[in-house]
T-cell receptor, first 109, second 112 residues
Framework: DAKTTQPPSMDCAEGRAANLPCNHSTISGNEYVYWYRQIHSQGPQYIIHGLKNNETNEMASLIITEDRKSSTLILPHATLRDTAVYYCIVRAMDSNYQLIWGAGTKLII | DAGITQSPRHKVTETGTPVTLRCHQTENHRYMYWYRQDPGHGLRLIHYSYGVKDTDKGEVSDGYSVSRSKTEDFLLTLESATSSQTSVYFC???????????FGSGTRLTVV
């Protein structure tokens, strides 16, 4: 079973910030939070990851709460091309390399 | 991604025939994976490799085998295709443990 909980769907107006929440209340100290997205029928695309500090790259920002039990992916200026299913995944570096994929959040711009 | 090529992109095959899917990467990444994606399921790991000739099973490995004789190629073989193996197959790679995965464009396999 996936170790994260995400809302099944969200809407966001074009040009506004899209804030996608993820709950990972059972996260362990050595587990990173990863975000991917999948645009219809394409391969998943890596967005960002973090351990405990907030992270930002050219695509998005990742905000992790201090207790690490939840996180938010922020797309600062959503466009139609950001319509996709967004997956939040936790993964330990000492795991057997498996990512456990849940159902994700369908973001509609 | 330009660095990962999956072939073929589409294939229709008959039940009972062997099928080999190829994943080719030009990134010199150490780790490679094969996933399948079906409606109602998230991506599920079939097999993975952490180096040349080093492979291991994922959660849905029955009926599949893999080989990695060189860094750039990871082959997935269905020994005797069944209708339950109709799916979209994705290859993924990464260089270091903490890296995000890079996925290929997928192979749509239909077993009739």
């Amino acid at each position: 079973d996936a170790k994260t909980t995400q809302p099944p769907s969200m809407d966001c107006a074009e040009g506004r910030a899209a804030n996608l929440p993820c709950n990972h209340s059972t996260i362990s100290g050595n587990e990173y939070v990863y975000w991917y997205r999948q645009i219809h029928s394409q391969g998943p695309q890596y967005i960002i990851h973090g351990l405990k500090n907030n992270e930002t790259n050219e695509m998005a920002s990742l905000i992790i709460t201090e207790d690490r039990k939840s996180s938010t992916l922020i797309l600062p200026h959503a466009t139609l091309r950001d319509t996709a299913v967004y997956y939040c995944i936790v993964r330990a570096m000492d795991s057997n390399y498996q990512l456990i994929w849940g159902a994700g959040t369908k973001l509609i711009i | 991604d330009a660095g990962i090529t999956q072939s073929p992109r589409h294939k229709v095959t008959e039940t009972g025939t062997p099928v080999t899917l190829r994943c080719h990467q030009t990134e010199n990444h150490r780790y490679m994976y094969w996933y399948r994606q079906d409606p109602g399921h998230g991506l599920r790991l079939i097999h993975y490799s952490y180096g040349v000739k080093d492979t291991d099973k994922g959660e849905v490995s029955d009926g599949y085998s893999v080989s990695r004789s060189k860094t750039e190629d990871f082959l997935l073989t269905l020994e005797s295709a069944t209708s339950s193996q109709t799916s979209v197959y994705f290859c993924a790679t990464h260089a270091y443990e903490v890296d995000g995965y890079t996925f290929g464009s997928g192979t749509r396999l239909t077993v009739v």
